[in-house]
């Protein structure tokens, strides 16, 4: 887009590890920021099911999921407590392990346990779930998963910190990492600086447009559970949530739309 000025748009982009190149790119006038793609930002975290904090309220604290520790059964050694992490190999496997030591879980007989890939980690939440049993890791949204299951993010007591989670957390090589939440990640529509002026109704609309993670999760769980492609998907959000798109257009736009629904 920098370079060539193409595509028009980038409808979703996970800007953090680009963030050095978009903003030249908008200080250049080639890029513009039209708005956030999610309004809350990618959202990442060690969780626990939502019926677990109802009979143990204390779970929503890490000193709360260290006192229950012996409810996390690990699967292989009953001697140990199950964290499930990101698998192995994925950049969230750095940072869900580093704060796995900050944390000091092994202390409490804690073990990473690794789900081998992004399917079976979201299998063994799905299996929790239906066996309502407990269970603790690492988890990211908006996704299928987050949207089907109501799970509660813990609270490391902590807050943010931006520098340490950027020049230690996400590091490979951080010997000391120090206990921070995970910040938001910003998602953001991208359009080219032509696109800007050539289309100004079109661009004002992506201005407006976003999402919550809770609205973007349901919608994949929808998909997921449907078998929708993401034209039947569109209908279905369109259909389902006007309250959701409405604010986005004008009302003739609004009409004109539920009308050729």
């Known amino acids: ?11 979703e982009l996970w800007t953090n590890g680009i963030k050095e190149a ?14 956030k793609s999610l309004v809350n930002g990618g959202e990442e975290g060690f969780w626990v099911p ?23 059964e690990h699967p292989e050694d009953d001697e140990k407590f199950a964290f499930y992490s990101c698998p192995a190999g994925w950049t969230c496997q750095i940072t869900s392990g580093h704060l796995f030591d900050a944390l000091k879980l092994e202390d409490h007989n804690f073990e990473m346990v690794d789900p081998g890939s992004g399917a079976a980690l979201a299998g063994t939440i799905a299996k929790a779930y239906e066996r309502k049993k407990a269970w603790f890791g690492y988890y990211w949204s908006p996704t299928p998963v987050l949207g089907k299951y109501e799970m509660v993010k813990v609270d490391f007591g902590s807050g943010t910190d931006i520098e340490e989670f950027r020049n230690c957390t996400t590091q490979p090589d951080c010997e000391s990492p120090k206990v921070t939440m995970y910040p938001p990640a910003p998602v953001h529509t991208i359009t080219t600086e032509a ?9 004002q609309y992506f201005e407006k447009r976003g999402f919550t993670n809770k609205q973007m999760s349901e919608l994949l769980a929808w998909m997921k559970d449907n078998q929708a492609d993401a034209e039947e998907a569109m209908y279905y959000f369109l259909e389902s949530s006007p309250q959701v798109w409405k604010p986005w257009v004008s009302e003739d736009i609004a009409s004109k739309v539920q009308q050729a629904l």
């Open 1 to 11: 887009m920098i370079e060539k000025g193409q595509p028009d748009v980038a409808p």
């Open 50 to 72: 939502n019926y677990l904090v109802e009979q143990y309220p204390e779970l929503t604290t890490i000193e709360g999921v260290i006192k229950n520790a012996k409810l996390f």
């Open 195 to 203: 696109f800007a002026n050539n289309e100004p109704l079109a661009y």
């Open 22 to 35: 978009l903003d030249k790119g908008v200080a250049d006038k080639r890029l513009r920021y039209a708005g």
